[in-house]
T-cell receptor
Framework: NAGVTQTPKFRILKIGQSMTLQCAQDMNHNYMYWYRQDPGMGLKLIYYSVGAGITDKGEVPNGYNVSRSTTEDFPLRLELAAPSQTSVYFC????????????FGPGTRLTVL | QQPVQSPQAVILREGEDAVINCSSSKALYSVHWYRQKHGEAPVFLMILLKGGEQKGHDKISASFNEKKQQSSLYLTASQLSYSGTYFCGTDPRETSGSRLTFGEGTQLTVNP
């Protein structure tokens, strides 16, 4: 099992550009999450999904969009990138219940200049 | 609502003990503890459930007091490898819409 994988590892964007951060898991987990982590700070939930076709907003959804067409994939779309979106983005997944372990991907380090 | 972690930072000598606290203003079903090394993803340590249980993992253990809505992580006889930032993630839900809200983290440094 590869677990949770994310691509790319690093990316530099110019202000106003768009991009998609990819996330995939091979553990057949129902729940998937996107977090952002600013330097020296905790993890803030952007969006999450409880299954294919179902997504919902987290604490900081503005400027982002998600879709979940399959159980395995949960891409995060940034439209019109802004310097405030410079951060490390982590994707995570878990089977479904509060008692289940949540696994994190290795992260994508994004810089917007 | 984000849980509050204390202390924000702690510096230890190898072999010393530390306690990290995590408090919530909401009733909780579970508390999850993670450790993150610089430049890496958070790594799972343990889950504690409503019911006030205690868990151990080598020389790291934790407790969960659901009445006080508080969890504590105990690091005993610390090793250099314990250095990193510790996060608690809290969840008031058992199943539907289950998601973790993380504290700001406690930075632990263990020196030789």
């Amino acid at each position: 099992n590869a677990g949770v994988t994310q691509t790319p590892k690093f990316r530099i964007l110019k202000i106003g550009q768009s991009m998609t951060l990819q996330c995939a898991q091979d553990m057949n987990h129902n729940y998937m999450y996107w977090y952002r982590q600013d330097p020296g700070m905790g993890l803030k939930l952007i969006y999450y999904s409880v299954g294919a076709g179902i997504t919902d907003k987290g604490e900081v959804p503005n400027g982002y969009n998600v879709s979940r067409s399959t159980t395995e994939d949960f891409p995060l779309r940034l439209e019109l990138a802004a310097p405030s979106q410079t951060s490390v983005y982590f994707c995570a997944s878990r089977l479904g219940q509060s008692t289940d372990t949540q696994y994190f991907g290795p992260g994508t380090r994004l810089t917007v200049l | 609502q984000q849980p509050v972690q204390s202390p924000q930072a702690v510096i230890l000598r190898e072999g010393e003990d530390a306690v990290i606290n995590c408090s919530s203003s909401k009733a909780l079903y579970s508390v999850h503890w993670y450790r993150q090394k610089h430049g890496e993803a958070p790594v799972f340590l343990m889950i504690l459930l409503k019911g006030g249980e205690q868990k151990g993992h080598d020389k790291i253990s934790a407790s969960f007091n659901e009445k006080k809505q508080q969890s504590s992580l105990y690091l005993t006889a610390s090793q250099l490898s314990y250095s990193g930032t510790y996060f608690c993630g809290t969840d008031p839900r058992e199943t539907s819409g289950s998601r973790l809200t993380f504290g700001e983290g406690t930075q632990l440094t263990v020196n030789p």
